[in-house]
């Protein structure tokens, strides 16, 4: 009973304080309600803070290697020694170009097979198929960068190294063949309707003919070329870009798919009612439109390629020299990732060694070039948005 | 161009765009496949009596009566070998001149080739590592070291032109006429029998330490090494993370700050991995844990920690987690926020008893998602908190010491380790746990997400 009792009383006198606050209280909550807002928002500068750290502790020690060397070594010598003992080099040129070798090829390769792939998952695939490949590309980005590097060692390397120029060549085919084939077809009916109605149909079988003769001889010069390679190393720029393409993948592809899904229905039902195929209104009308997001696919993308270290480290063959000549892909390459997660561990970690600040500057380009693409990156999407936006109005 | 044409490029358009689909599922497939079969590999195998020897040696389990009778039985079954290597030795010790040096050079190839697949001779003195004092402990190691004792692989030089041709000849031919012929025939029929080869299946790989250089034991080290980063990363980074998704949805008054604070994010997220771990080398243990406050007072070390990882690696995840949160608490309906005020709850109570239960399962897909590229990540790790060898700091030292991970073990188990060839299947099976471990996490997403649609549309 008295328990009962007590607690009522509270209730009661709770409920009498708290329906009308006093001044004091008002102003009590008032502070505490700022103070907390206050440290919502230091907390929430946290990312700014990190972004911030980064920055100011990668160039503070970056900034006495370039003071004790200079900028023009670094970048303009392709020796790279420096763990000599009387006399280190540290031009970081041919680091720098095989870097840029390896995004690109990935590059390549990734950017255009995204976005058809994004394309196709946005507008050609039905729904019931869509809801499959999500997962498996989300599965994809997921899998770690360590079980790719150990991939392209253990498995691609030795195929590379044994197979080298049948892997290839069986490549060649693979491709060559279907793009032969739609290449025939579409060009000998460009080429023959110059003719006249009459002999057209007979002109354009001579042109394909013709056509797909002149490309299958290609095809055998290139393929019995590629065949007879034989690829030194299994651990090249190829096997790293392959992979890296292959990682970058999901990034281009669920990006664009954003990109491509914000054009909207009203465009495509135009195109399509003025009588475009599907592929006219993809190409001509909803790419453009989704241009800038596209973009922003592309570098996101090659960004995720550039910063990847434990896939070139592990299976690019750890060669700091230019490849001769400059765009032979198949020769071992090394890059800033690898660099300096390979010689972090051996050098004297310590301040004043010019060795360790070499490598903090080999992370600021890092830096700067993924923070420049990021911006760029940023600005695409927006503008994307912006613009659809407008054409929604 | 005519209609044909235009609905051939129009196939040939949708036909790349699947080709594309097709192989990403395909590499998927390339990829995965190999992992889980010789992944598998290191849990079901065919394990040898010499293992078997070793884990009840090393690890004390086992039957050991059974175990005695099998040793016998096995020591039965190869005593016919060192009679016949006894047999040839007195052999060569009549033979003279350069047949003998070169008949003894022989010999000594095949004690040593015998010693690898079956351990040291009986009466040899006990060596000192585990791997000279046992033989092949796996069938499929024991079958390669057999296969060396019985060919011998040679490299054909004649060709100058041509990089040297690969020959095989057998090894018995070096032998014909002597008494160690008949060996090259009894060992590969009586192999079973003397290392009694059973199919097994060793889930004691996830468990048990490593020993020699990953060729006996498992992966325990790093399998905890990794949970313990991943754990970590996770204490600092969800508190950050969703608080500041709090703030950016329900605090944040002018865009111009959340535009600002969002940019970072994303500049955070594009920040190579290799640069966080230069980060947390010249931050976190060349500045921070070099004051004294830290280093004196607190007592954290200034090498590579558990600790050190772990705030990298919540850096590393942070955006992930910020952009989870953020949608999931704008996903919320806009009349629950506005129940809760009417009802005259603070902004801040609000949040915490309503807004944040209701975006509780989208925050936990983030998070899920983030663990997963916490638990793979290995260039932010390698400078903070990895080391190839050694024993996982217990939960009072994980601020002074540092930790084998799988990430990084896997790395040093292909690339730096003594005995590569010998520990295939280690490597893959760490491969596949890692894998695993990640892939169970998204697709525990998944369906967390899967979920959550349905019960917003439903």
Request: net charge positive.
């Amino acid at each position: 009973m008295e328990v009962q009792s007590t607690t009522g009383s509270r209730v009661r006198r709770r409920a009498e304080t708290k329906l009308c606050l006093s001044r004091r209280q008002s102003l009590v909550r008032g502070i505490l309600g700022r103070l907390g807002h206050g440290l919502l928002f230091v907390m929430a500068s946290s990312s700014l803070l990190a972004v911030l750290f980064i920055f100011a502790f990668i160039i503070r020690d970056a900034v006495p290697f370039f003071r004790l060397r200079g900028f023009s070594e670094f970048f303009t010598s392709p020796h790279w020694h420096p763990a000599s003992a009387d006399s280190p080099e540290f031009g970081a040129l041919a680091i720098l170009f095989d870097h840029a070798l390896v995004t690109l090829c990935a590059a390549m390769f990734t950017v255009p097979l995204g976005i058809v792939a994004a394309v196709c998952l946005s507008d050609v695939l039905p729904f019931a198929i869509r809801q499959i490949v999500k997962p498996i590309i989300e599965i994809l980005a997921a899998i770690p960068s360590v079980a790719f590097g150990f991939f392209a060692l253990v498995i691609l390397t030795p195929l590379f190294q044994n197979h080298g120029g049948n892997v290839l060549a069986g490549a060649l085919w693979a491709v060559g063949v279907p793009v032969m084939l739609i290449v025939t077809w579409v060009l000998s009916d460009i080429l023959s309707s110059k003719f006249k109605v009459g002999a057209r149909k007979a002109a354009r079988w001579t042109v394909a003919a013709v056509l797909a003769g002149i490309q299958v001889a290609l095809l055998v010069y290139l393929g019995g070329k590629l065949s007879s390679l034989v690829i030194v190393s299994g651990t090249n720029a190829l096997n790293v870009s392959l992979v890296l393409g292959i990682m970058a993948l999901p990034t281009v592809v669920s990006v664009s798919e954003d990109a491509l899904t914000a054009v909207g229905r009203e465009l495509r039902e135009g195109s399509y009612a003025l009588g475009a195929t599907r592929a006219e209104t993809l190409v001509k009308v909803v790419m453009p439109a989704a241009g800038s997001g596209l973009f922003a696919a592309a570098i996101l993308g090659i960004m995720r390629a550039f910063g990847e270290t434990m896939v070139v480290w592990m299976a690019a063959g750890n060669s700091a020299r230019i490849p001769s000549p400059w765009y032979n892909i198949l020769q071992p390459v090394r890059t800033l990732t690898a660099t300096i997660a390979g010689e972090m561990g051996e050098t004297d970690q310590t301040y004043g060694a010019a060795h360790y600040h070499s490598l903090f500057a080999m992370a600021l380009c890092l830096l700067i070039v993924s923070f420049l693409c990021n911006f760029a990156a940023e600005w695409f999407v927006r503008r994307t948005h912006k613009r659809m936006g407008k054409l929604a109005k | 161009m005519d209609m044909s044409s235009r609905k051939i490029l129009d196939r040939g358009f949708t036909s790349l765009g699947i080709f594309s689909v097709v192989l990403m599922a395909v590499t998927l497939a390339v990829l995965l496949t190999p992992i889980i079969i010789r992944g598998a590999g290191a849990f079901v195998f065919r394990e040898t009596v010499e293992n078997r020897r070793f884990t009840f040696d090393v690890f004390g389990r086992g039957d050991e009566a059974a175990l005695e009778v099998e040793v016998a039985d096995a020591a039965k079954a190869r005593q016919p070998v060192y009679d016949m290597v006894a047999e040839f030795r007195a052999e060569v010790g009549q033979m003279s001149g350069r047949r003998k040096r070169d008949m003894q050079g022989q010999l000594r190839t095949v004690e040593n080739l015998l010693r690898e697949l079956l351990g040291p001779f009986p009466g040899e003195p006990r060596p000192v590592m585990p791997r000279s004092r046992y033989g092949k402990p796996r069938w499929d190691r024991a079958e390669v070291a057999l296969g060396r004792l019985l060919t011998v692989e040679d490299y054909d030089y004649s060709d100058p032109t041509q990089l040297g041709k690969k020959v095989l000849t057998p090894r018995v031919e070096k032998f014909r006429g002597t008494k160690l012929e008949e060996l090259f025939d009894y060992l590969p029929a009586h192999a079973e029998a003397m290392l009694r080869p059973e199919w097994t299946l060793n889930w004691r790989f996830l468990t048990d330490e490593p020993v020699d250089a990953n060729i006996f034991g498992g992966i325990w080290p790093a399998l905890l090494g990794t949970i313990y980063l991943t754990v970590g990363a996770m204490l600092f980074a969800v508190p950050m993370g969703v608080v500041t998704a709090i703030y950016l949805v329900e605090y944040a008054g002018s865009s111009r700050i959340v535009s600002l604070l969002r940019t970072f994010v994303s500049t955070l997220a594009g920040v190579p991995s290799i640069v966080f771990g230069l980060f947390g080398l010249a931050f976190f243990l060349n500045t921070l844990f070099d004051l004294h406050l830290f280093n004196q007072v607190l007592g954290i070390s200034r090498s590579k920690t558990v600790l050190a990882g772990s705030l990298t690696l919540a850096l590393l995840v942070l955006p992930t987690i910020i952009r989870a949160a953020e949608e999931a608490i704008r996903a919320v309906p806009h009349s629950y926020k506005e129940a809760a005020l009417s009802l005259g709850a603070t902004r801040w109570r609000t949040v915490v008893t309503v807004i944040l239960p209701a975006s509780l399962p989208g925050i936990l897909t983030g998070i899920i998602i983030s663990m997963g590229r916490a638990a793979g990540e290995t260039a932010p790790i390698i400078f903070t908190a990895a080391v190839a060898l050694g024993k996982v700091p217990s939960l009072t030292e994980l601020h002074q010491q540092p930790t084998p991970a799988l990430p990084w073990n896997i790395y040093n188990l292909c690339s730096e380790n003594q005995a590569i060839e010998e520990i295939r299947h280690v490597q893959y099976g760490m491969v596949l746990v890692l894998v695993g471990l990640v892939l169970l996490l998204n697709v525990a997403a998944i369906l967390l997400r899967a979920r959550i649609s349905r019960k917003l549309r439903g």
